[in-house]
């Protein structure tokens, strides 16, 4: 859209700029055509444009993909959208918040990309709603001022180099490709803008709590010109971790690189089982079919020869009916990486079905507060052995939340609460994307609810 298209579009649309929203409007369709085009959009993509305004951007990707998301904070330019690619079926207008908009429903619609102009009012904020784990984004291209790309990729010792930097670099790659002058939005800002691309981090890292991470960086930031010990918990000592880093015992938030404010989040881990994944030797009770002991074997042997054995899955609640979903760990040896029941996990030798889930909640879920008897803790289903469980006897349970969701980094990388209609319609478009014994317990759940 050229300027004389976007003066039109604002008048049709009854819009005055407003710099408390930070609305400027690209107006050059050469620009606009090249930053779509960094996105690399395909026809299998769904792509997600927060702040479209008066449709640049939408234009130059309208026909290109296979879906096309328009997120839009003012209600009048929303509503103008909506007449503009009303005979476009493949486009969907949102009056919505960017900042705020739930990115659940995402998930099933994977690949998903994001790109915008974001409006330099709520830029940041956009960023982490879209970006935070877990994020159904691929890939993104986006165009902000130039100081907050400045943040994103700052390195230490500088001024710019704080919280937003360490967020995005601990889960994304940013990489500036192009500054844009004022001179082709309207109304001019008094600022360059900058164009990134962003991709996710490859796991160069070893695993660690990512909501731990975050409040970590929050806590040694938020008096960045103090010296970190003073903001960091008192176990364990701080001139230990201090030289397992390499860093002076009197080193400032400032001073530390992504990969020490890893192992500094690894280091200050409370959760008891942060470091330890499943172990092969673990000693489980193998069954015969009729879920009897017939013996004991160590983890190891029971999975390499698919020996029947026994475990238990939950599904947690919470007060508005939806399902706590784990993301597993690439540390497991089974299935890594990929959505799965609220907690599971194999009996210990001599354990009983209902012991196992109200210890794996403690464990993998932070559910303290458990009483079977207080009705919190109901057993649902139980499934057979097949190849689909792992050759394991599965007791399904429901539990109703109790505590604030805490889990080991080493068995989960990340979770989120979903509504069971929408996990539904996410395993319905992408089974690939959840471990085969969720998937058998889930439709065991809902055929009996």
Not at 9 to 22: D, E, H, I, R
Not at 94 to 103: E, T
Not at 181 to 188: E, I, L, M, N, T
Not at 253 to 267: G, H, T
Request: overall charge negative; proline content about 7%.
């Amino acid at each position: 859209m050229t300027g004389h298209d976007v003066r039109e579009a604002l008048q049709q649309a009854g819009v005055v700029p407003s710099k408390k929203l930070g609305q400027n409007f690209l107006t050059d369709p050469n620009t606009a055509r090249w930053i779509v085009d960094q996105l690399d959009p395909g026809p299998d993509d769904f792509v997600v444009e927060v702040g479209p305004g008066t449709g640049s951007l939408s234009e130059a990707l309208a026909g290109r993909v296979r879906r096309l998301l328009l997120i839009e904070f003012d209600r009048r330019l929303a509503d103008w959208l909506k007449h503009r690619f009303a005979k476009d079926e493949a486009v969907e207008v949102v009056h919505a918040d960017g900042a705020r908009f739930d990115l659940r429903p995402l998930f099933k619609e994977r690949p998903v990309k994001l790109v915008g102009n974001l409006p330099y009012s709520a830029g940041g904020a956009i960023l982490r709603n879209f970006l935070e784990r877990p994020s159904p984004i691929c890939r993104a291209v986006l165009m902000l001022q130039r100081e907050v790309i400045d943040r994103i990729v700052a390195k230490p010792r500088t001024k710019q180099y704080g919280v937003l930097s360490l967020r995005m670099q601990s889960e994304w790659v940013s990489n500036p490709i192009k500054t844009i002058g004022p001179s082709v939005f309207y109304p001019r800002p008094a600022i360059d803008s900058t164009v990134v691309e962003v991709s996710p981090r490859s796991d160069e890292f070893p695993v660690y709590d990512a909501r731990f991470f975050d409040e970590l960086i929050r806590r040694g930031f938020s008096q960045r010109r103090k010296q970190l010990r003073k903001a960091l918990p008192a176990e364990p000592e701080w001139s230990e971790v201090a030289a397992n880093l390499g860093v002076a015992e009197t080193a400032r938030a400032e001073e530390l690189d992504l990969a020490q404010w890893v192992e500094l989040c690894r280091c200050y881990d409370p959760h008891p089982l942060s470091k330890i994944p499943q172990r092969d030797d673990e000693l489980f009770d193998v069954v015969d079919g009729q879920d009897q002991v017939v013996g004991q074997e160590e983890r190891s042997v029971v999975h390499e020869k698919h020996l029947l054995h026994r475990a238990v899955h939950v599904f947690i609640l919470n007060k508005r009916g939806e399902v706590f979903l784990q993301k597993r760990s690439r540390l497991k040896d089974a299935q890594p990486g990929v959505w799965g029941s609220s907690v599971s996990g194999h009996l210990n030798s001599g354990e009983d079905y209902e012991s196992c889930a109200v210890r794996e909640l403690g464990e993998e879920a932070g559910q303290q507060n458990i009483e079977q008897d207080m009705g919190q803790l109901n057993r649902v289903a139980i499934l057979p052995p097949t190849k689909e469980t792992g050759w394991e006897f599965v007791h399904l349970f429901e539990a109703r939340q109790t505590d604030p969701i805490r889990f080991p980094c080493s068995e989960v990388e990340a979770g989120i609460w979903m509504p069971p209609g929408e996990v539904c319609a996410w395993l319905s478009k992408r089974p690939e994307d959840f471990s085969s014994g969720f998937i058998s317990c889930w439709r065991a759940w809902k055929a009996v609810r």
